[in-house]
């Protein structure tokens, strides 16, 4: 069964301390990996896909890397702004032509100023 | 370019009572996934709509069902609402599965069962 978590579940940081969320899986065939924020009460808004174990991806204060067991998001300087729920997904093929991205718990990251 | 859209954004239902959710997929997207979240957790998957059917299911029971219209929006139906099935419900649209695009969720309806 395809799996996902996230550690840590919870983080705080100052402004401007650089850190790591971890996400780890267990997939058979993965066919992506997927960051996303979150923000209260808004749906989950798309920051990245990785598709190969070495891929790198960068979005501002944000940089996505992809292993073959898991994927870390490095924030880098963050700011206040940047406090949300961070949530990966997986995606494997399914029959029928169907497809299931598969989400972790997410990590809870506040910024203080 | 129009997002996911979503309707209602809340509501509220007595246990027993039956209710229809909707969503307009992002423009371009074809594929309509739905999702519950519950507070504190990542969304769970219900199923996926592609060319109106049904293509694949999560660990759903039967009364949640859905469908899909030639224009590609979709609807969610739950029957027989428990307290349980109170969360944040979470439309979702793609390109075709075959495509492995990412997911764009919209807002979500937050439906609270009392």
């Known amino acids: 069964e395809d799996q996902v978590t996230q550690s840590p579940e919870a983080l705080r940081l100052q402004e401007g301390e650089s850190s790591s969320l971890n996400c780890s899986y267990t997939v058979s065939g993965l066919r992506g990996l997927f960051w996303y924020r979150q923000d209260p009460g808004k749906g989950p808004e798309f920051l990245f896909t990785l598709y190969s174990a070495g891929e790198e991806k960068e979005k501002e204060r944000l940089k996505a890397t992809l292993t073959k067991k898991e994927s870390f998001l490095h924030i880098t300087a963050p700011k206040p702004e940047d406090s949300a729920t961070y949530l990966c997904?997986?995606?494997?093929?399914?029959?029928?032509?169907?497809?299931?991205?598969?989400f972790g718990p997410g990590t809870r990251l506040s910024v203080l100023p | 370019d129009a997002g996911v859209t979503q309707s209602p954004t809340h509501l509220i239902k007595t246990r027993g009572q039956q209710v229809t959710l909707r969503c307009s997929p992002k423009?371009?997207?074809?594929?309509v996934s739905w999702y519950q979240q519950a507070l504190g957790q990542g969304p769970q998957f219900i199923f996926q709509?592609?060319?109106?059917?049904?293509?694949q299911r999560g660990n759903f029971p039967d009364r949640f069902s859905g469908h899909q219209f030639p224009n590609y929006s979709s609807e969610l139906n739950v029957n027989a609402l428990l307290l349980g099935d109170s969360a944040l419900y979470l439309c979702a649209s793609s390109l075709a599965p075959g495509r492995y695009s990412p997911l764009h969720f919209g807002n979500g309806t937050r439906l609270t069962v009392t």
């Open positions: 997904a997986v995606l494997a093929p399914r029959d029928n032509y169907g497809q299931n991205f598969v």
């Open positions: 423009s371009g997207h074809d594929t």
């Open positions: 709509y592609y060319e109106e059917e049904e293509r």
